[in-house]
């Protein structure tokens, strides 16, 4: 185990080396494949377009016919979806509407906008380019073309590629098996009547919420008590039938802490500490094939560690590609010293002054402030090697809204 805290670089190059824990693939849906990672690379099934067609509405027409006339004759029609395998004669246009198939013997399209129509007469106002306004078959993607690399995850920006080159079912990893803890004596269901010491249970819901993916299976396992073999004999039992154990709270070097006794028992610790301001008190290891990772119990330190580098990890194992969350820049609008030699993650206020986004320290920084995830915009991130902030600095922005 590495004892010495490590950076966020070191972190992650000890992130990129693991290896995938999803070994096995389920034939989903289409429909239901939103958020899966793909287990094979993916090929079009056709050519798109798949045939030539027009880019806009308008009046298809011969090369020979380009420049020669203005005044045409127009008898027939295409429409979208039409099957018509239509030749032009000379003298003569076609009305072609957009994604309609082109006559065969055609290439170029004048749009409807620079033609003046009168009865069956079409009088072209001006001329177009050879080749214009003309979709190519296959100009987009060719059948049989690598559209997706394997690990590819299905989102949005992709999905509309994969039913357009004629994919109904898609072979993904399997869900990842996520079980996860809270820890502490001290914790309780959310209540208003709290007694003593005892606190609200907010991580729970963090990392419920952080967890809810569609590539995650996940299971909370309830609240560990501080108490060295009850922490055991759980991370045990967890360990057999889940890919990870999460867990928050009891990672620190307090007598009542007893996770990394626990893991260090039960298999191996590839790191314990950070040098990361909030987040110091995490570790990852390994109880046999499931990996283990213990989160600080500041409900701040959990939400930041999770979404700037255990998700990424998390993506890695299920089969996706390590890739870290996208930054900004943005300037400071404040000044201050830096205490540690730590990197840190500060909470500010984004405001947009004469086009430039300008940060804005958040006034609480704790990493028990609850508060300062919720009321900032999102974090800079501060260099081991920066001392002092001053106004004008530029600095990596995170945005909460893409970073959670």
């Given at each position: 185990?590495?004892?010495?805290?490590?950076?966020?670089?070191?972190?992650?190059?000890?992130?990129?080396?693991?290896?995938?824990?999803?070994?096995?693939?389920?034939?989903?849906?289409?429909?239901?494949?939103?958020?899966?990672?793909?287990?094979?690379?993916?090929?079009?099934?056709?050519?798109?377009?798949?045939?030539?067609?027009?880019?806009?509405?308008?009046?298809?027409?011969?090369?020979?016919?380009?420049?020669?006339?203005?005044?045409?004759?127009?008898?027939?029609?295409?429409?979208?979806?039409?099957?018509?395998?239509?030749?032009?004669?000379?003298?003569?246009?076609?009305?072609?509407?957009?994604?309609?198939?082109?006559?065969?013997?055609?290439?170029?399209?004048?749009?409807?906008?620079?033609?003046?129509?009168?009865?069956?007469?079409?009088?072209?106002?001006?001329?177009?380019?050879?080749?214009?306004?003309?979709?190519?078959?296959?100009?987009?993607?060719?059948?049989?073309?690598?559209?997706?690399?394997?690990?590819?995850?299905?989102?949005?920006?992709?999905?509309?590629?994969?039913?357009?080159?004629?994919?109904?079912?898609?072979?993904?990893?399997?869900?990842?098996?996520?079980?996860?803890?809270?820890?502490?004596?001290?914790?309780?269901?959310?209540?208003?009547?709290?007694?003593?010491?005892?606190?609200?249970?907010?991580?729970?819901?963090?990392?419920?919420?952080?967890?809810?993916?569609?590539?995650?299976?996940?299971?909370?396992?309830?609240?560990?008590?501080?108490?060295?073999?009850?922490?055991?004999?759980?991370?045990?039992?967890?360990?057999?039938?889940?890919?990870?154990?999460?867990?928050?709270?009891?990672?620190?070097?307090?007598?009542?802490?007893?996770?990394?006794?626990?893991?260090?028992?039960?298999?191996?610790?590839?790191?314990?500490?950070?040098?990361?301001?909030?987040?110091?008190?995490?570790?990852?290891?390994?109880?046999?094939?499931?990996?283990?990772?213990?989160?600080?119990?500041?409900?701040?330190?959990?939400?930041?560690?999770?979404?700037?580098?255990i998700n990424p990890l998390?993506?890695?194992?299920?089969?996706?590609?390590?890739?870290?969350?996208?930054?900004?820049?943005?300037?400071?609008?404040?000044?201050?010293k830096k205490k540690t030699?730590?990197?840190?993650?500060l909470r500010i206020i984004?405001?947009?002054?004469?086009?430039?986004?300008?940060?804005?320290?958040?006034?609480?920084?704790?990493?028990?402030?609850?508060?300062?995830?919720?009321?900032?915009?999102?974090?800079?991130?501060?260099?081991?090697?920066?001392?002092?902030?001053?106004?004008?600095?530029?600095?990596?922005?995170?945005?909460?809204?893409?970073?959670?």
């Amino acid at each position: 185990m590495n004892k010495s805290p490590l950076t966020k670089k070191q972190i992650i190059e000890i992130f990129k080396k693991q290896e995938n824990v999803v070994v096995k693939s389920e034939l989903v849906n289409l429909e239901n494949s939103l958020g899966r990672f793909l287990y094979d690379d993916l090929k079009s099934k056709v050519n798109l377009p798949p045939f030539n067609n027009s880019a806009v509405d308008g009046y298809a027409l011969l090369k020979k016919d380009l420049n020669k006339k203005t005044l045409f004759y127009c008898n027939s029609r295409i429409a979208a979806g039409d099957k018509k395998n239509i030749k032009i004669k000379s003298g003569e246009v076609v009305r072609v509407f957009t994604g309609a198939k082109m006559p065969s013997n055609s290439s170029t399209i004048v749009m409807q906008e620079n033609t003046l129509v009168n009865d069956k007469k079409v009088e072209i106002l001006k001329v177009p380019l050879l080749g214009e306004n003309y979709r190519l078959k296959g100009e987009d993607i060719k059948k049989n073309q690598k559209i997706l690399t394997k690990g590819s995850k299905i989102n949005q920006q992709n999905i509309n590629l994969i039913a357009a080159s004629g994919i109904r079912k898609v072979k993904v990893y399997r869900k990842i098996k996520i079980g996860f803890f809270t820890s502490g004596n001290e914790l309780r269901k959310p209540t208003k009547n709290l007694k003593n010491s005892e606190i609200n249970n907010s991580n729970f819901f963090a990392l419920n919420s952080l967890l809810d993916q569609k590539f995650i299976s996940k299971k909370y396992f309830g609240n560990l008590k501080d108490n060295l073999k009850i922490v055991k004999n759980n991370l045990l039992r967890a360990s057999k039938n889940n890919d990870i154990i999460i867990t928050a709270g009891g990672a620190s070097v307090g007598e009542e802490d007893h996770l990394i006794d626990a893991l260090s028992y039960l298999g191996d610790i590839f790191f314990w500490r950070a040098a990361i301001k909030p987040g110091r008190p995490i570790a990852i290891g390994k109880i046999n094939n499931c990996y283990v990772i213990c989160l600080p119990g500041n409900p701040v330190s959990v939400q930041l560690l999770y979404a700037m580098l255990i998700n990424p990890l998390v993506v890695k194992l299920s089969g996706g590609k390590f890739r870290l969350p996208n930054s900004k820049k943005i300037v400071a609008n404040f000044s201050m010293k830096k205490k540690t030699q730590r990197m840190e993650w500060l909470r500010i206020i984004k405001k947009t002054i004469n086009n430039q986004d300008l940060a804005y320290k958040y006034p609480k920084q704790g990493s028990g402030m609850i508060s300062s995830v919720s009321y900032s915009d999102g974090i800079i991130e501060i260099g081991e090697d920066v001392s002092e902030i001053k106004k004008g600095d530029i600095f990596d922005f995170y945005d909460f809204e893409t970073l959670f």
